[in-house]
């Protein structure tokens, strides 16, 4: 049995895995215990049940690698700089921040996805129903950052609809909405939906969500990136990632609790995290990893031809010009190799 040692460092968890002689791998060399450093964009929560399941369950042991990963959060770098810096060999990032990054020069290469459906969309009340673009226009809506009004906006042209909207500022709390202080709330489903149905209020009978991915405005949630340098030296060790961690959200969709305990006890220990809250993240979690436009995709598989079609006209609309050809950044070799490996 192999035993399991924890070390705690500044900003990350260090996870030795099987102390012993390690197996050697299929090619006869000598096994060497590898080292992959992943940043996180958020904090070490149910988000990244693939990793902790993958960690518990001996799916990276298995691949020789050690898994040293950094948490993010409000007050943290994001991947995309930390990766620049040279700081992670793995990180993660959603589609316009990650496109931005490789307008700047940065040679990075989409290597999975998690969440096809970018969870992010608009949350309302029952008294005053957003379940549509148009829906927004002329309405005020409730926005935390720079990132969600581009989403706003995106989504009316992309429906063909005039830009008229009101702002107001606001935090992440689906509290001032609920002071109906505006019409919408830019909010996530994994997040302040959550929040409300754990008030006991009931989504479609007392508040509706609805997604930018549902108006048309297309992006993905959770995207994996490596650089180009690296996945050049490292391909087979970044398959065996990959490997792992699909393995790790294989098993999660199975029972989102196991999870979901594991980031509020264990993992996310030191941030809070709510044990109902988690489970139930975690349960819609599951649901948006599969693309509801290609239902047999297979999951963390980022498709070439998705990215060229309304992703890229997504970013369009969004302000994004002179978009790179999609196969300098995206590589889905990989994660072909991976479920061939897993047949």
């Known amino acids: ?20 002689i390690l197996a050697a791998p299929n090619d006869g060399e000598a096994a060497e215990l590898k080292t992959v450093r992943v940043g996180l964009s958020w904090l070490p929560n149910v988000e990244y049940g693939g990793i902790w399941l993958g960690l518990e369950n001996g799916y990276f042991a298995e691949e020789n690698l050690e898994i040293r990963h950094f948490s993010g959060g409000p007050n943290a770098p994001r991947p995309l700089v930390t990766m620049a ?47 549509k673009a148009a829906d927004i226009v ?6 935390q950052g720079a990132k969600e009004r581009t989403a706003i906006d995106a989504t009316l042209m992309i429906n063909k609809l005039p830009v008229k909207w009101r702002h107001g500022p606001t935090g992440f709390s689906p509290e001032p909405l609920l002071n109906k202080e505006g019409d919408g709330l830019t909010a996530f489903v994994t997040n302040q939906v959550v929040a409300l ?61 196991i999870a979901a305990n594991l980031a509020v006890r264990k993992y996310g220990a030191d941030v809070g995290l709510n044990i109902k809250q988690q489970i139930r993240q975690n349960e819609i979690q599951i649901q948006i990893m599969k693309d509801p436009d290609n239902p047999k995709q297979k999951l963390l598989v980022l498709d070439p031809t998705t990215v060229a079609g309304p992703l890229y006209a997504s970013a369009k609309a969004a302000g994004r010009k002179n978009l790179p050809d999609v196969s300098k950044i995206v590589d889905p070799t990989l994660m072909q190799e991976v479920y061939e490996s897993l047949k």
Request: glycine residues 10%.
């Open 197 to 257: 149905e754990l008030r006991g209020l009931k989504r479609g009978k007392d508040f509706h969500f609805v997604s930018f991915y549902e108006m048309g405005n297309k992006a993905f949630g959770g995207g994996m990136f490596t650089t180009r340098q690296y996945l050049q030296k490292n391909r087979k060790t970044v398959v065996k990632f990959l490997r792992a961690l699909t393995r790790g959200w294989i098993d999660n969709s199975k029972n989102p609790k």
């Open 85 to 131: 810096a040279g700081k992670i060999d793995i990180g993660y990032a959603n589609w316009l921040p990650f496109l931005d990054a490789v307008s700047r020069g940065n040679d990075y290469v989409l290597i999975a996805a998690t969440f096809p459906v970018y969870p992010l969309g608009i949350l309302s009340l029952a008294s005053k129903p957003i379940l």
């Open 1 to 20: 049995m192999r035993r399991l040692r924890i070390l705690v460092a500044a900003g990350s968890v260090i996870l030795l895995v099987g102390l012993g």
């Open 138 to 143: 002329d309405k005020k809506i409730l926005v």
